[in-house]
């Protein structure tokens, strides 16, 4: 097929329409030591130590900041335990055995309308960083850092437009809650001093819509923008092109232009930390996948295991097949070599898929990786130049602009795994 | 049950390069009907001999370049054939019969069977599998070995040939090689002046009633095929677009400095007639298509058939041989590592690649015009 691929599957309308069900007390729950951009971490606590809820309990160490490490659940610190994180790695959780009673810590207080009236965005940026609010999209950016910026911002974005295929995770945050991403939107709002704020989403979510224009009516301020419904629309630059018309350079940061964006799930997070100083500890995720019995949406506390969540969706379907696991969507997500993996903040959904073998075939150069490139990439290019070991080409290439959406692979007729070849070719880049 | 580790992305399309070779194949069938109906039992020896050819060679490359290596051992023979045709696939069957049905029907109807012979032959092997087969061709499989039997043979060519259209007598329009000059084609028959543009009349070229090659000639079929192939994906409508577009605007100028030179002759009447008569619209459609032998960036496919209309033109209008289609494509093909040089090559449309198309447009058009009006070599 020669042709520009923007439309993929989508295989939303079933799972958009489940509600969500609760699952929020697991017997035991499992907290990262350290994640992505965290490498070291320190404990507070020692084995046998009652923990209460949202009580920190350790510290993540990175290179230009500190994370704390909260408890989610209250009950006892059991000991360390190996399992698989989002990216792929085997490392420890900290395990605590819940004692089903939710006693808060003495840090948790509500603050009232007239209190956070008279916060400034010093004081916020203080808050979120002690509640170790991060981007809940899957980018794991803490989100302080983005309040500090000195610019000036005129307007916020708010992204939900979840382009990722199968995962509805965002979708049902946007109906079940929406007073929370109101007030979380009004306190962003207060901070930055702007007084503008777009919702995005696609413009096919009818219900959403409707559902929205209601709601804000009572809030001018905030306004509704549904944009398109292609791949990768959730893509920052893209979804500030649609919603905008404001086109970004390359390595110019949102912020330079006075724009602010924030997804759905951050805003929700950032309205819990402002109004209850709690961190994260619940989320909304989506189970879904060719591979499993019944689909279903949760909301779940952050450290259940994958596989008691599996079992909730009556185990894998077809149990003969090899199945895929990932975590976060079929497009961009990472894949897990076991089921004995961690629900962490930043994952939005377990997609389980039955494998399929693609047989690579000879690249006939048709040219549908260059023409889907969102980036204006030759993929196929990187890919001989990679194969040739050719140094001067790939960086004439520029495959460092690559933001790994993975349509080159989706859109390849030939089945080659184009994104891994440019992955190595970032990697000769970077040298 | 084992859980996979992969790299993302974890889906993708459904077509492949299979449902691609088969999509051309299907396009190329209305064709192929309408030559083995006017040419009957010369298309079918044609056709027989190109794809048996064509896939026999493949066959034998493929156990050619896959022998076992030596690891002490003796083995017997079907060992041996086991292991060479291990990746022999359906794609080994597909591409060849692709470029013989192309093959097939750009070669004339009189063409003696060992020139088609020799033509497959060095088409596929010269033009396709020497670069290592599938993927890895530089030139068309089948403009290189239509040339090559036409430079080679064009002698021995038998230019009266029993067709359909000839056979029955109120559908003959040209006559059956009574008075039709040696030259044969309704290109070839302008080098004896530009007046002979009547001797066929529109609608006949465009029902494909004159002499020329087996396929070419009907272009209500090869639009069908065209149609289809833009509707399903499989070959990219910016070429045939560009090619054809840019083809009949110069002509157009072309026919503007001729008819004021000559007022026998119309502009529109000399632009219809280069667009039917000869192998433009089957050239475009089928051959500068090929995914393989185009660029694979937008800017840099248009630039290709650009340059391949601007030669094509050149040809007809003052070269030597009458067609030009099967040439152009060629030039067009050794051009396109040149055209997607990372360096200066960009996937998206900027001032600087538009500039360049114009650019190379207006100088060769001009040049084209000044040639017709003070050139004396023009036949009027």
């Not at chain 1, 009236?117 to 980018?139: N, P, Q, R």
Request: aromatic share 12%.
């Amino acid at each position: 097929m020669i042709a520009k691929v923007r439309h993929i599957v989508d295989k939303k309308r079933l799972m958009a329409n489940l509600p969500t069900e609760r699952y929020v007390d697991p017997k035991y729950v499992y907290i990262a030591t350290n994640n992505a951009r965290c490498d070291k971490s320190e404990l507070y606590i020692k084995v046998g130590d009652h923990v209460n809820c949202f009580q920190v309990i350790g510290m993540r160490f990175a290179k230009y900041f500190v994370q704390p490490i909260h408890a989610t659940v209250s009950g006892t610190f059991v000991g360390l335990e190996k399992h698989y994180h989002r990216n792929g790695k085997l490392i420890d959780f900290i395990k605590i055995e819940n004692d089903f009673k939710d006693t808060f810590d003495s840090s948790v207080k509500k603050r009232s309308d007239e209190e956070i009236k008279k916060l400034t965005k010093e004081e916020m940026t203080e808050i979120l960083k002690d509640c170790a609010l991060v981007g809940l999209g899957g980018s794991s950016f803490p989100t302080y850092v983005k309040f500090q910026t000195n610019e000036k911002i005129n307007v916020i974005l708010i992204n939900a437009i979840e382009c990722e295929p199968y995962i509805t995770s965002d979708q049902r945050i946007m109906r079940e809650y929406p007073n929370r991403i109101i007030n979380g939107i009004l306190y962003a709002l207060q901070a930055f001093q702007c007084n503008k704020a777009y919702i995005c989403i696609k413009s096919k979510y009818k219900q959403l819509k409707e559902i929205y224009t209601e709601v804000l009516k009572p809030y001018p301020q905030i306004q509704l923008k549904c944009v398109g419904n292609f791949y990768p629309q959730g893509w920052e630059k893209a979804m500030i092109k649609s919603a905008l018309h404001i086109t970004l350079k390359d390595n110019e940061l949102p912020m330079q232009k006075g724009i602010m964006n924030f997804n759905v799930s951050t805003i929700v997070g950032l309205y819990k930390a402002i109004k209850y100083n709690i961190p994260v500890v619940k989320r909304n995720i989506t189970v879904t996948g060719d591979g499993i019995m019944y689909p279903k949406n949760f909301r779940v506390r952050v450290g259940t295991p994958v596989k008691e969540l599996i079992q909730l969706c009556g185990g894998y379907k077809d149990p003969e097949k090899n199945k895929v696991i990932i975590l976060g969507g079929p497009m961009m997500g990472a894949s897990i070599p076991s089921d004995d993996c961690i629900i962490t903040k930043t994952v939005t959904s377990v997609i389980i898929l039955n494998d399929v073998e693609n047989k690579e075939e000879q690249c006939i150069r048709c040219g549908s990786c260059v023409m889907s490139c969102p980036c204006h990439l030759q993929p196929v290019l990187i890919m001989n130049a990679v194969k040739a070991k050719d140094k001067e080409r790939i960086k004439t290439l520029n495959p460092l602009k690559c933001i790994e959406c993975g349509l080159c692979t989706y859109s390849c007729t030939s089945k080659i795994h184009v994104l891994d070849f440019v992955r190595k070719a970032k990697i000769f880049a970077k040298l | 049950m084992i859980f996979v580790k992969k790299t993302s992305p974890y889906i993708s399309i459904k077509a492949d390069v299979k449902t691609m070779m088969l999509d051309v194949l299907i396009a190329l069938l209305p064709t192929l009907i309408f030559a083995f109906v006017v040419y009957q039992l010369n298309a079918l020896y044609i056709f027989l001999i190109s794809i048996s050819t064509m896939i026999l060679s493949e066959f034998v490359f493929v156990g050619v370049t896959h022998i076992m290596p030596y690891d002490g051992n003796k083995h017997s023979f079907k060992e041996k054939f086991k292991f060479a045709y291990k990746t022999y696939n359906i794609n080994n069957v597909l591409g060849p019969l692709v470029s013989g049905v192309i093959y097939t029907l750009i070669m004339p109807a009189g063409a003696p069977l060992y020139a088609v012979f020799v033509g497959a032959l060095f088409g596929i092997v010269i033009g396709k599998l020497v670069f290592g087969g599938l993927g890895h061709n530089i030139f068309n499989p089948a403009a290189a070995g239509m040339l090559f039997a036409k430079l080679c043979f064009s002698s021995q060519y038998n230019n009266n040939i029993e067709s359909f259209y000839f056979t029955i007598p109120g559908l003959s329009s040209g006559g059956s090689g009574g008075d039709i000059a040696v030259g044969g084609t309704a290109l070839g028959n302008l080098t004896n002046g530009y007046e002979h543009i009547y001797d066929y009349s529109l609608l006949d070229m465009f029902l494909g009633k004159m002499p020329g090659t087996l396929g070419e000639a009907f272009t209500i079929t090869i639009l069908i095929g065209a149609i289809y192939l833009i509707v399903r994906r499989s070959a990219d409508f910016r070429i045939m677009l560009t090619y054809i577009v840019s083809f009949a605007l110069m002509m157009l100028f072309a026919g503007i400095c001729i008819s004021s030179l000559n007022n026998k002759i119309g502009i529109f009447d000399f632009l219809g007639f280069e667009l039917l008569a000869g192998g433009l619209f089957f050239g475009a459609v089928f051959m500068l298509t090929d995914p393989v032998t185009s660029p694979i960036n937008l800017p840099g496919r248009m630039l290709y058939a650009l340059i391949a209309a601007i030669i094509t033109v050149y040809i007809r209008l003052f070269g030597s041989y009458p067609e030009g289609v099967g040439f152009s494509i060629l030039i067009a093909n050794m051009m396109v590592p040149v055209i997607e040089y990372p360096k200066w090559s960009n996937p998206k449309f900027t001032i600087k690649n538009v500039s360049l198309m114009v650019g190379l447009f207006v100088v060769f058009t001009s040049i084209m015009v000044l040639v017709i009006m003070f050139g004396d070599k023009i036949a009027l």
